[in-house]
Nanobody
Framework: QVQLVESGGGLVQAGDSLTLSCTLSGRTFSIDYIGWFRQAPGKEREFVGVITWAGRTTAAYADSVKGRFTISRDNTKNTVYLQTTRLKAEETAIYYC?????????????????????WGQGTQVTVSS
């Protein structure tokens, strides 16, 4: 079992920056990837980005956030960060982190929610225009 807890959400203005954290516990040694997703009201949960948890650090991002969002990890703190910049009002959503523990897979599969085994409860990000 892996537990994930997101934090750092809040109310910001368009153009602002915000850093979200995903703190991990449990069988963290079994994690292959940590993904970030978001879900706006009335919409499906969508992929934001993903990072490898062990070994060489590799990250990938949705086109909509590339160049504005950065995912990083601190294995000593069992924490993954999502640094967001130049936030837009339409990015108001609940942001979730998720862990995949069932092994390595192709990057194009990591955009799917079904590729992840454990989820956090989410943190609300509200961007006012």
């Amino acid at each position: 079992q892996v537990q994930l807890v997101e934090s750092g959400g809040g109310l910001v203005q368009a153009g602002d920056s915000l850093t979200l954290s995903c703190t991990l516990s449990g069988r963290t040694f079994s994690i292959d990837y940590i993904g970030w997703f978001r879900q706006a009201p009335g919409k499906e949960r969508e992929f934001v980005g993903v990072i490898t948890w062990a070994g060489r650090t590799t990250a990938a991002y949705a086109d909509s956030v590339k160049g504005r969002f950065t995912i990083s990890r601190d294995n000593t703190k069992n924490t993954v960060y999502l640094q967001t910049t130049r936030l837009k009002a339409e990015e108001t959503a609940i942001y979730y982190c998720a862990a995949r523990t069932r092994g390595i897979t192709a990057t194009n599969r990591l955009i799917e929610t079904a590729s992840y085994d454990y989820w956090g409860q989410g943190t609300q990000v509200t961007v006012s225009s």
